[in-house]
């Protein structure tokens, strides 16, 4: 049997750990389903949803060149599709258009941009001397005291 992605397989678990579950494919396969192919929901254990020797249908995600078979179980359920509303550019609101500004306001930007900025790392400079000052002596740096 050759396993290709995208087929939908019936499997067995033969093994659980903290993060999936090994699925026996039959004629010697094993495939690991991650934790979080499990469901579409949160699972925190997975000994709540799967038990060994449970039977699950799996679709293949991924096979790796050194035999690794990727498997979801969540993948495999058949789910509907949500319906599509069709677009309807009648009952589209249009958005009121802003009047743009006279004169120079990249300068202004410009000018804004660089006092925030020197305001910014002024403020910066001074909590990084705060820290210093305050780890410095109890990690036995500069200015700690030794005995």
């Known amino acids: 049997m050759s396993i290709e992605v995208g087929a939908k397989l019936q499997g067995k678990?033969?093994?659980i750990t903290n993060f999936g579950a090994f699925i026996d494919l039959g004629e010697g396969k094993t495939g690991l389903v991650h934790i979080s192919e499990i469901s579409n929901g949160f699972v925190k254990d997975i000994h709540d949803v799967l038990t060994v020797g449970d039977e699950v249908t799996v679709k293949v995600t991924s096979v790796g060149n050194d035999g690794k078979v990727g498997l979801s179980i969540r993948k495999a359920q058949d789910q509907p599709q949500p319906e599509k509303k069709p677009f309807n550019r009648e009952k589209r609101e249009s958005r009121p258009v802003r009047p743009q500004a006279k004169g120079n306001f990249s300068k202004n930007k410009k000018e804004d941009f660089d006092t925030l900025m020197s305001s910014f790392l002024k403020d910066s400079d001074d909590r990084l001397l705060s820290l210093k000052r305050n780890t410095e002596g109890k990690r036995g740096g500069r200015?700690?005291?030794?005995?």
């Open 143 to 147: 200015g700690g005291r030794r005995n």
């Open 13 to 15: 678990v033969s093994g």
